[in-house]
């Protein structure tokens, strides 16, 4: 390598060093003596994050084996965790129907609704896929210790006239709940 390219090289090399070093220089510099002070500036961006945590599954068995009419409904207490103290909940469901729905082979499905309450607000009904926003959390961790361990209710309820309509048969489905930081 020729001396010219070399100390082109050099020259660049110092010039990024000083870039570089430039982005990470202190936000005040010290003046030269037996000692000498600076100030650096420490920058830490959070990233919003969210959990939920808790879920179980709702059987609606026992209130079915002995039901003589009215809506049936069962709960699932939860807890929701944000950086942001404030989320918004989706929930869906895999089935092939419209809204939300039990399946069982060879019979119709049999149609329920969905509810979700923060632990602010009082219960709201869930649009399926569509997105619940506004909901608040205090939760200063993920197992929501200073809030009694849960701050969310998601409720399922079938109602009286479906229930009618249904046939005998066990009919299942599952439920996608995504929480997401506002």
């Given amino acids: ?14 010039a990024i060093a000083a870039v ?10 010290g003046t030269k003596g037996n000692s000498s002070t600076a100030k650096v500036d420490v920058n830490a961006q ?3 994050k969210v959990q939920i945590t808790g879920a179980t599954a709702i059987n609606l068995d026992t209130e079915l084996a ?3 009419g009215g809506d049936v409904s069962g709960t699932d207490l939860l807890c929701v965790w ?14 092939t129907a419209a809204g939300f729905n039990l399946e069982s082979t060879g019979q119709n499905d049999l149609p329920f609704s969905v509810s979700w309450a923060d632990e602010t ?4 009904t869930i649009v399926h896929g569509d ?25 399922v309820t079938l109602a009286e006239a479906d229930l009618e309509a249904a046939r005998a048969a066990v009919y299942t489905g599952e439920l996608t709940v995504v929480v997401a930081p506002e």
Avoid: P
């Avoid at 997105?131 to 409720?155: E, P, W």
């Fill in 1 to 14: 390598m020729s001396a010219s390219k070399h100390f082109k090289r050099v020259v660049l090399s110092a």
């Fill in 20 to 29: 570089s070093l430039s982005t990470f220089a202190a936000t005040q510099d």
């Fill in 46 to 48: 959070v990233a919003q």
């Fill in 66 to 68: 002995n039901w003589t």
């Fill in 82 to 95: 944000s950086s942001t103290e404030a989320y918004n909940v989706t929930i869906t469901d895999a089935s």
């Fill in 121 to 124: 607000t009082a219960a709201d």
């Fill in 131 to 155: 997105a619940l926003t506004a909901q608040v959390t205090t939760a200063n961790n993920k197992t929501c210790t200073n809030v009694g361990g849960t701050n969310a209710t998601l409720t």
